[in-house]
């Protein structure tokens, strides 16, 4: 071999060398990104006789950097992490995380942090027992002006789950009945059971069942319809009064503090942006109230001054 082929190698060598630094750098440092990806929190294998009363996060993000191509590519939804809870301990429990499947194994992509790198999972024992339910009326005294009674509910009793400290604690649970007290005659109606935070019933929904005895009478009353602005002086209404048609519990018909709640209202809102205009009153009812009718049904409002 001669000085000539040795010099005529030797170049070849520094240029292959030059080439893959060159490519060395195009694909370990040029054109590289540094992102943070959301990673989708699943869990799996809860034991039966445990719940998780705080601690579960529904995501954790990663900060990974890799070629921009790559990190262009990666679809988010696809970034998910498996959390097994299989060997879950009453207490306090610390799972570590890790990057997702598809970020740990790629030789392409560094993995640089996690936020969080861990969860904190405060488990506490589950407990199951039977209740009994109380149900009632949401309004007493309008049951009794209604003469609501019969009230029986099906099935009588419920099957709670939950926390054993909160499960201890439920002798019975309350079942807030709402009356229909449009007219007489028996009801049937489907209502939810509502329970503590983190406390499940079976069934979740019961019937109730009730009747409604009392009479009812109609009569009519006069009222000032009544303007929900500042200055209600300022704005003239014609006519100045309202007569109502109510249909209303014939033992309330008498009682002062429930016929006040009668009244007629008139909304700003309604009216043009000159402030005039003819407008339809809003009619508020005390419980057990139904309108029959109103005169006049659209009132004028004028604004003074215009």
Not at 56 to 81: A, C, N, Q, W
Not at 118 to 127: F, K, R
Not at 159 to 175: A, H, M, T, W, Y
Not at 176 to 200: F, H, K, M
């Amino acid at each position: 071999m001669t000085f000539s082929d040795l010099k005529s190698n030797s170049q070849i060598l520094l240029l292959s060398l030059v080439l893959a630094c060159g490519l060395w750098y195009a694909v370990t440092v040029r054109d590289r990104l540094e992102v943070q990806a959301e990673v989708t929190l699943n869990y799996r294998s809860m034991p039966e006789q445990l719940m998780v009363r705080d601690g579960m996060l529904k995501s954790f993000t990663v900060h990974v950097r890799g070629p921009k191509e790559l990190i262009k590519s990666l679809d988010t939804r696809m970034l998910t992490y498996l959390v097994d809870l299989s060997h879950l301990r009453r207490g306090t429990n610390v799972i570590a995380l890790s990057a997702p499947f598809i970020m740990a194994e790629s030789r392409a992509l560094s993995v640089l942090a996690l936020e969080p790198n861990h969860l904190v999972l405060e488990a506490v024992g589950m407990m199951e027992s039977v209740v009994p339910l109380e149900p009632r009326f949401n309004s007493p005294t309008l049951a009794q002006a209604l003469k609501a009674e019969d009230l029986h509910v099906s099935p009588a009793s419920v099957s709670v789950r939950g926390p054993e400290d909160v499960i201890k604690k439920i002798n019975s649970l309350q079942l807030d009945v709402p009356l229909e007290p449009a007219a007489t005659g028996n009801y049937r109606l489907s209502l939810p059971v509502t329970t503590p935070q983190q406390v499940t019933a079976v069934p979740g929904t019961v019937v109730v069942r009730y009747s409604v005895a009392g009479k009812r009478t109609l009569a009519e009353f006069d009222r000032t319809p009544l303007l929900d602005v500042k200055n209600p002086q300022g704005y003239q209404i014609t006519p100045p009064v309202v007569t109502l048609k109510v249909e209303l519990p014939e033992s309330l018909r008498d009682s002062k503090s429930y016929l006040e709640e009668i009244r007629v209202n008139i909304s700003v809102k309604d009216l043009p942006p000159s402030g005039s205009g003819e407008v339809r009153p809003s009619v508020q009812l005390p419980e057990g109230a139904r309108l029959v009718g109103i005169s006049p049904a659209k009132l004028n409002v004028t604004k003074s001054g215009k």
